[in-house]
């Protein structure tokens, strides 16, 4: 089972910058792929973005292409979602997880949820 500790969210106006990041326990961590997801007010969890074991693959979704990034590293057990030109409808709690592959992973996820980081972006 993989856990996963989220951070780096935050309050940020609008055209800022967030990093964030998510420690994963586990030693099969840099077999699987990650993936960020979000959840805001009164919606449901949504995918955002994944990763590949080896980091050469990722996938976005189109509200978040062009201005975030995800990247690994597999010697730290860890996956960062880089955060430019945020909006404020980006406002939202961020979880990462694991999953088979960047396609599955939207859909179908192995980890157990962490608590998530809020990021808040002011207009």
């Known amino acids: 089972q993989v856990q996963l500790v989220e951070s780096g969210g935050g309050l940020v106006q609008a055209g800022g910058s967030l990093r964030l990041s998510c420690a994963a326990s586990?030693?099969?961590?840099?077999?699987?792929?990650m993936g960020w997801f979000r959840q805001a007010p009164g919606k449901e969890r949504e995918f955002v973005a994944a990763i590949n074991w080896g980091g050469g693959g990722t996938v976005y979704a189109e509200s978040v292409k062009g201005r975030f990034a995800v990247s690994r590293d597999n010697a730290k057990n860890t996956v960062y979602l880089q955060m430019n030109s945020l909006k404020p409808e980006d406002t939202a709690v961020y979880y990462c997880n694991a999953g088979m592959n960047i396609r599955t992973i939207v859909t179908s996820v192995i980890g157990s949820w962490g608590q998530g980081t809020q990021v808040t972006v002011s207009s």
């Open positions: 586990g030693r099969s961590f840099s077999t699987y792929a």
